[in-house]
C-alpha cells in the first residue's frame, strides 16, 4: 500500500520539471533576502514562486503528454503512464490557484505582479509555445519574477528598471536553452517557436548572447563603477555556456540538457554577486 501511494506521487513530482523549478525558487529565495525581506517575507516569496514553477510544470506536461508519447519521452511521467494526464492536470490546477493566494500574504500589488507571471508563464505552454512570439512569455514572467519579490516588501517600493529587465533578458536566454535539446522532437510533433524558426546555431548564439546581455546588465545597472567580483561575473558569462555546451557534446546523454544549466548557473552566479554586492535597492 505505502509504494502504491508512492510511486504516482514520486512520479507527479518528476511531472513537475523539479530540476529547474528548484532553481528559480532558490534564486527568488536568494533575492528576496538580499533586497531585505524578513524572515516571514522569504518564506511568502519563496512558496509563492513554488506554487507558480509546480503549476506551469505540471501543466506543461499534461497539455504536451500526447506529443512527449509520441517522440518517445520515457523521461516524462505523464508520457510513459507512471501518473495520469488527469492527475498532473489537477495539480497544476491547484498549484495556480493557490499562487496567488500565497502571494497575498505579502500585499495586494505584489500578488497581482505574481499572478501576471504564472499567466504569461502559461501561455507559453498554450498557444504561443508553437508561435514565433514564444520568447515573450519567458521575458514576461522572468521579468516578473524580482518585481514581485521587490514589490512584496513593505511599502512596496517599485523595482529598480535594470533588475526586471537583467531578468527578462536572462529569460529570454532560458528560452532558447531549454528548447535546443528538444528541437528534433518538436520538428516532428508541429511546434514552431521561434527558436525552431532561427535553428541549433541561431538559438545557440541567441541563448550566449542574452546571457550575456542579462549579467551585463546587474553588473553595469545599480550606480556606482562595477566592482571586480561583478566583471567576473561578466566573463564567466562569457565562458560557462560554451564550456557546458562542450561537455554536453561529449557526454554520452540521450537528451542533452547543458545548455539549460548552463542558464541555471549564470542565474546562481547573478544572484549570489547582486545577495552580496548591496547594490539591489
Known amino acids: 500500500m505505502p509504494s502504491t501511494v508512492l510511486m504516482p506521487t514520486l512520479a507527479l513530482l ?37 506554487a507558480s514553477q509546480l503549476a506551469v510544470g505540471w501543466a506543461n506536461d499534461a497539455l504536451d503528454a500526447e506529443r512527449d508519447a509520441a517522440v518517445g519521452r520515457t523521461d516524462k511521467p505523464v508520457a510513459a503512464g507512471a501518473v ?23 500585499n495586494p500589488t505584489a500578488a497581482l505582479v505574481a499572478t501576471a507571471g504564472l499567466l504569461s508563464a502559461l501561455l507559453y505552454d498554450w498557444p504561443l509555445k508553437s508561435s514565433p512570439l514564444s520568447v515573450l512569455p519567458y521575458a514576461l514572467s522572468f521579468g516578473s519574477l524580482p518585481a514581485f519579490v521587490v514589490l512584496a516588501l513593505p511599502g512596496a517600493p517599485a523595482p529598480p528598471v535594470w533588475l526586471v529587465a537583467a531578468a527578462a533578458l536572462l529569460g529570454a536566454g532560458a528560452h532558447f536553452a531549454n528548447v535546443l535539446p528538444d528541437l528534433a522532437d518538436d520538428a516532428r510533433t508541429g511546434v514552431r517557436g521561434l527558436p525552431h524558426r532561427l535553428g541549433s546555431a541561431g538559438s545557440r548564439a541567441a541563448a550566449a548572447g542574452l546571457l550575456l546581455a542579462a549579467t551585463a546588465t546587474l553588473v553595469l545597472g545599480p550606480p556606482g563603477p562595477p566592482s571586480a567580483v561583478g566583471l567576473a561575473a561578466v566573463a564567466a558569462a562569457v565562458v560557462v555556456p560554451p564550456l557546458t555546451w562542450y561537455g554536453g557534446r561529449t557526454a554520452s546523454r540521450a537528451r542533452p540538457v547543458a545548455d539549460f544549466r548552463a542558464v541555471m548557473v549564470i542565474a546562481l552566479i547573478d544572484v549570489v554577486l547582486l545577495v552580496t554586492s548591496g547594490r539591489v535597492l
Open 14 to 50: 518528476r511531472a513537475s520539471h523539479p530540476e529547474p523549478a528548484a532553481a528559480v525558487t532558490t534564486v527568488a529565495g536568494l533575492l528576496a533576502w538580499g533586497v531585505g525581506h524578513r524572515p516571514s517575507g522569504v518564506v511568502a516569496v519563496v512558496l509563492t514562486v513554488a
Open 84 to 106: 495520469s494526464r488527469r492527475a498532473t492536470a489537477r495539480a497544476a490546477v491547484v498549484a495556480a490557484l493557490a499562487t496567488p493566494l500565497l502571494a497575498l500574504a505579502t
